[in-house]
Structure formats: C-alpha cells, structure tokens
C-alpha cells in the first residue's frame, strides 16, 4: 500500500541476464527500462489516494537462468527492498519459482514471462497473466492451414520433452487440429538433440500438410536449418521462434519457408484504449536495441503497463486492490487485449497471430483475416 509522504514507486523483478534465458531475459529487461522511461517522461504513475503522480524506479537482479537463485532474488526483491510491483521473469519454470514466493507474501506476480498451464494449476491467487496460454499458441496456425486447404488431412507435432511449456503447447496443438479434421501425429525429441535428420525422415514418409515444432529457441533454429537441408517441401511448417530477430538473422531468406505465432506484432492493436501506440512502443524500443525488437520485450513493457493501469485505476499501491481491479479489467493495451480468469489470473483476452518473414527480411502478419498484412 502506498505509505505517507511516499516518493516513488519501486518495481522489482529478476531478469536472466547470463544462463539458458540470457537472450530472452535481457530483452524483458530492456522492455521493463522502456516502460520506467516512458512512465518518467510522463510524471509517473497516477494515485488518487496521493493525489499526485509518483516517478517509478527499478530494482533488478540477474537469476542466471537458475530456478533456485530466483527464488533466493525474489524473495531479496519482497523482503528486503520491499517493492511496490513485482514483475515475472521470463520463462515458466522461472516464474512457477517466483509465483511460489508471491503466493508466501500475498504479492502479486505480473506474469510477463511465463505462459505454462502448470503456473495456472496451482491454486496461485497472486498471478495476473499477459500471454496467451500455450495450449492456444498453434491456434492460429491451424485455422489457417485449414482455410487455405480444406482437403488438408494430416498434421505432425513435433516437441521436445523437457520442460511444460512444450508439452502444453504440443498437447493444446494435437486437440485443436484434431477439432478441425486433422489427423495428429506426434513426434517427441530430447532436448538438446543435435540431430534432426532421423526424425525428418520419418516425416518425409508421412507427407503432411501441416508441421509444428516447439522447445527451446535453439532446437526450433536447428530444425529449421536442417529442415531446409532436408530438402522437404511442407505446405506450412510452423515453430515457436519464427518471430524472433534471431530465427531471421540464422535462416537468412530460408526463415520465410517457415511460419510462427507471435504474442506481439506493431501492425496489429492501431488505436489502444490505455497508453501509447504500437509504432511509438516500437520506436522507443528499437532506440535501446537497435538491432531488433522481439516479443520479450514488448510483453515485459505490456506487464508493467497492466500494473500501472491496475494501481490507477484501484488509486492506490494496495495489493489486493489492484488484485481485485485485474479480476474485473478489460482493455486493450499497444499488446492487445487484457482480460484474464478471476479465479486462476489465466489470461483470456489475448490474440496471438501468425507472421512470416519476407525474403526481404521483413515481418508481416498472415493470420487472422481481420489482423493479416498479406496473403499467405
């Protein structure tokens, strides 16, 4: 709760600045500095309790990548510099760790970070989603292979096994392609594999019209560099990082022989409700990381600016008031919409859609119809 005479408001997080999520981590990062900075420019956050507007500053600590050094820097975060707002860091396992020491001291976590089903199973009463489920992630996608090829029979799923966030997407992917007439095969892979050449083979003999691939960012890149060896011509083959920079700048033009969902695209939200544009986030963005804007760091900014939106609207830093004030929100941000389950904070307003790169090297939106900057 907002003390007396207060003179700013302290937003916490971990980030994971070395380690596995380093790429991924430090993006976050950048997206929570753009929001403090934009917050500043403006005079701060709003409270009618103080009737005043409060500069925001930023307490961060680096997780490494590690479940147990998280949990040890959140609970730093809570206790020791008692911030006013916490925010997740970035992947599920990370923030199932911090969700657990949120839950311990009744503090809301604003998930930024992580999307897997488990962090909504808990019986958590303190986390307040952003993204879009994973079981939804490959919505998208097959709806669109669908209209595009209605005698399209077949589809493969190919997923790592370490890890929920995998599985979640590979097992919300496998029900919703068989709820559109799919037949689903699934091939699961140890994480890590360096080898994809045995498992493409068997793909090969299976012919699909639809592929999907999900695990870490470095498996979906080395499937898709020996995707492209393999010398296999799928009508629509579709994987997790396709939107990332880093996915384009590996595959080179290959990267547009290959299709992904996005939890952010600029084109996509023109006129938000609350906060700026899409083209003003992209632009402050890419003046901090000029050699590209990926989707951790608009969803970083976009938790930040729930939480502001949440604090003004409750007018005060209450937890459970902005608590109740998430249960009942529905707007859109630069992000798209916010609107989540009161019982679990799962967010349910969230549309991701789907993107290729150009041969040129540049993203456009495919799907949905009323979203798509192109035909596919």
Same mark, same amino acid.
């Given at each position: 709760m907002t003390s007396p005479g207060q003179q700013n408001i302290t937003i916490g997080m971990t980030a994971s600045l070395t380690?596995?999520?380093s790429h991924p981590g430090s993006q976050a990062l950048i997206g929570v500095q753009a929001w403090v900075g934009d917050t500043n420019r403006?005079?701060?956050?709003?409270?009618?309790?103080?009737?005043?507007?409060?500069p925001v500053s930023l307490v961060h600590y680096n997780d490494q990548s590690d479940v147990g050094r998280c949990e040890i820097l959140t609970e730093r975060l809570l206790?020791?510099?008692k911030v006013d707002i916490l925010i997740g860091p970035y992947s599920s396992g990370l923030v199932l760790k911090a969700a657990e020491v949120a839950e311990r001291h009744r503090t809301v976590l604003w998930n930024q970070g992580g999307a897997s089903e488990t962090v909504y199973q808990r019986g958590y009463q303190w986390v307040v989603g952003i993204l879009t489920p994973p079981n939804r992630y490959f919505e998208g996608i097959i709806d669109m292979a669908r209209a595009c090829n209605e005698s399209a029979t077949d589809m493969v799923i190919v997923?790592?096994?370490?890890?929920a966030f995998p599985k979640d997407v590979a097992s919300g992917a496998e029900a919703h392609g068989r709820a559109r007439g799919f037949s689903v095969r699934t091939f699961p892979y140890v994480a890590g594999s360096r080898d994809f050449h045995p498992l493409l083979r068997l793909i090969d003999g299976v012919q699909p019209d639809l592929i999907l691939a999900v695990g870490r960012i470095e498996d979906d890149v080395l499937f898709a560099q020996q995707y492209v060896q393999s010398g296999l011509s799928i009508e629509n083959v579709g994987l997790i990082a396709t939107p990332l920079a880093l996915f384009k700048e590996t595959l080179g033009e290959s990267s547009s022989l290959f299709i992904g969902p996005s939890q952010w695209e600029p084109s996509v939200e023109s006129s938000p409700d609350y906060g700026h544009t899409p083209v003003e986030i992209l632009t402050n963005l890419k003046s901090l990381r000029p050699s590209g804007v990926d989707y951790p760091m608009a969803q970083a900014y976009a938790g930040c600016l729930v939480a502001q939106w949440? =604090?003004?609207? $409750?007018?005060?830093?209450?937890?459970?008031?902005?608590?109740?004030? =998430?249960?009942? $929100?529905?707007?859109?941000?630069?992000?798209?919409?916010?609107?989540?389950?009161?019982?679990t904070g799962r967010q349910l307003g969230h549309m991701m859609p789907v993107i290729r790169w150009t041969v040129d090297g540049e993203k456009e939106v495919v799907w949905p119809p009323r979203m798509k900057s192109s035909d596919i």
């Open positions: 380690g596995r999520y403006s005079g701060g956050i709003r409270l009618k309790q103080q009737g005043n507007r409060l206790v020791e510099d997923h790592s096994t370490a890890g949440c =604090a003004e609207e $409750a007018g005060s830093l209450d937890i459970e008031a902005m608590r109740l004030v =998430a249960n009942t $929100a529905d707007f859109t941000t630069f992000y798209g919409r916010f609107n989540i389950d009161t019982d």
